[in-house]
T-cell receptor, first 117, second 115 residues
Framework: AQKVTQTQTSISVMEKTTVTMDCVYE???????LFWYKQTASGEIVFLIR??????ENATEGHYSLNFQKPKSSIGLIITATQIEDSAVYFC??????????????FGQGTSLSVVP | AQTIHQWPVAEIKAVGSPLSLGCTIK??????LYWYWQATGGTLQQLFY??????VESVVQLNLSASRPKDDQFILSTEKLLLSHSGFYLC??????????????FGAGTRLSVL
């Protein structure tokens, strides 16, 4: 069965620094998709970035980038030059295509990021 | 551009009362639609998904039901609310099952308190 684990419950960083949030996943399938979402204080869930398992290059999107380590089943989210408004809960999620649950996006437990001045 | 609208924004309901939450997608025909539930401080759990009008698949049994009466509308309901139904309900959409099109985009959500 699919499983996504985020071990960091909360992180606090100084503004303008770089932060990395960890995520490990389990899947039996060779083809899968990994996502990071941000949940703001209002509850809104915003898609940030995705990594397709067949792509060797790490995805980047603005000041978000991924550290995809396929042999370790790891997909870390890197935020550079953090801003106060980056404070939120960040969720890692996975979706595979081969299993019967191909329609399902499985989420991790979330990491709460606090960016302080 | 696609927009997703959920209603109501929040509900306070009594145990045993009925519930109906709605979601409308504009700007995309035949989207895949999903309902997710989030307990306070918890992760997101998929409840239902639908790939076409009149067809809904249940992922988790929580004494809830869903329907897709129109191409752009997804409804979540129950006849009798339980305390455990409290939480944050999110509707989401994706383009199709294709590998490059399966990113989910979420609505603003509905906060439900069952007392």
């Amino acid at each position: 069965a699919q499983k996504v684990t985020q071990t960091q419950t909360s992180i606090s960083v100084m503004e303008k620094t770089t932060v990395t949030m960890d995520c490990v996943y389990e899947t039996r399938d060779s083809s899968y998709f990994l996502f990071w979402y941000k949940q703001t204080a209002s509850g809104e869930i915003v898609f940030l970035i995705r990594q397709d398992s067949y792509k060797k290059e790490n995805a980047t999107e603005g000041h978000y980038s991924l550290n995809f380590q396929k042999p370790k089943s790891s997909i870390g989210l890197i935020i550079t030059a953090t801003q106060i408004e980056d404070s939120a809960v960040y969720f890692c999620a996975m979706r595979d295509l081969a299993s019967s649950s191909f329609s399902k996006l499985v989420f991790g437990q979330g990491t709460s990021l606090s960016v302080v001045p | 551009a696609q927009t997703i609208h959920q209603w109501p924004v929040a509900e306070i309901k009594a145990v045993g009362s009925p519930l109906s939450l709605g979601c409308t997608i504009k700007g995309k025909s035949s989207p895949n639609l999903y309902w997710y539930w989030q307990a306070t401080g918890g992760t997101l759990q998929q409840l239902f998904y639908s790939i076409t009008v009149g067809q809904v698949e249940s992922v988790v049994q929580l004494n809830l039901s869903a329907s897709r009466p129109k191409d752009d509308q997804f409804i979540l309901s129950t006849e009798k609310l339980l305390l455990s139904h409290s939480g944050f309900y999110l509707c989401a959409w994706s383009l199709d099952w294709g590998a490059s099109q399966n990113t989910l985009y979420f609505g603003a959500g509905t906060r439900l308190s069952v007392l």
